[in-house]
């Protein structure tokens, strides 16, 4: 018989490509993980890796087990999901996973109503950037990321897991209300010698913002890079740059600063993501349901 916990050791490196990402993935050392490998070869009867250079290779046999694995897993989840379900009361822990913004506005009303309603599920949360949130769904460290498509950087399919649009955000520039920044441009690139802050490069939000400034002809002068979006917002209000921000930010607080439509009104998407098989889960239906009454509480300002 095959054990599910090896199968998805294998399905991870299949996914990561190396055994010690995996290690670091999954907080086992790498020799740990080899020795459950080398266990699933002689329950398989088959080779499953082959060495190449330092590193391995799933064999044509481990690709055979991997697509298996996905069915597997699904039908596990299927299966906790109708469990939950069949019970009178919403119980258990639910792992979320997001990022700032949606932490700021959706996650406090959508708590407050899930203790109101389901009293005994349990939810943690943790800020997370999105490529490692969605890593440890599929690793069983989360069980709801919550995720954001750019226009233009769309988001490939994610074998194992099932995704729900939340909402659609626009996203536009902020000024400060006073000062030498305070000018509304007629065009992008009049702000080409503006100080501006924005997310770091590295990350799908920061690419983006920088493609927005290049294709309107110029390079931005970042003089201030951070995820905190709050920071963004307090450099903007005091002068000391411009920014580009998303609606969800002002749904539940006021602000000083001024915005203004960007060309073609760019939305960034929001969604929410579980493993495939779990959309069902009484604790997933509710957090997604709360998530959407948090919207209806700010007016559903996002389209």
């Not at 924005?198 to 983006?208: A, E, F, V």
């Amino acid at each position: 018989m095959l054990d599910v916990h090896r199968l998805r050791l294998l399905r991870e490196l299949d996914r990561r490509g190396t055994l010690a990402a995996v290690a670091r993935a999954l907080s086992y050392s790498p020799s740990a993980i080899s020795q459950q490998l080398a266990q699933l070869e002689t329950e398989a009867g088959v080779r499953l890796l082959e060495h190449v250079g330092r590193g391995v290779r799933l064999t044509e046999q481990a690709r055979i087990l991997v697509g298996h694995t996905e069915a597997i897993l699904e039908r596990l989840e299927l299966a906790d999901a109708e469990l939950a379900a069949s019970l009178t009361e919403v119980t258990g822990t639910l792992r979320v996973a997001s990022f700032q913004s949606i932490l700021l506005a959706l996650i406090p009303a959508a708590l407050s109503r899930l203790a109101e309603r389901h009293p005994r599920l349990r939810v943690e949360i943790s800020q997370q950037e999105a490529e490692a949130a969605f890593a440890g769904l599929l690793a069983r460290d989360f069980d709801v990321v919550l995720g954001e498509e750019y226009p233009g950087l769309p988001q490939p399919p994610m074998p194992g897991v099932q995704a729900e649009d939340l909402a659609h955000d626009e996203l536009r520039l902020a000024l400060p209300s006073r000062g030498p920044h305070s000018a509304v441009p007629n065009t992008l690139a009049e702000l080409a010698d503006t100080p501006w802050t924005l997310d770091p490069i590295g990350t799908t939000s920061g690419r983006w913002a920088r493609t927005l400034c290049r294709t309107a002809g110029f390079d931005p002068d970042v003089r201030f890079e951070s995820p905190d979006l709050l920071l963004q917002v307090h450099l903007v209000e005091t002068g000391h740059a411009v920014a580009v921000l998303p609606d969800l930010l002002w749904t539940d607080r006021p602000h000083t600063l001024r915005l203004h439509r960007l060309p073609g009104r760019p939305h960034r998407r929001l969604f929410t993501g579980v493993r495939s098989g779990a959309a069902d889960h009484p604790g997933v239906r509710a957090f997604r349901d709360s998530l959407r009454h948090g919207l209806d509480l700010a007016g559903n300002p996002l389209r």
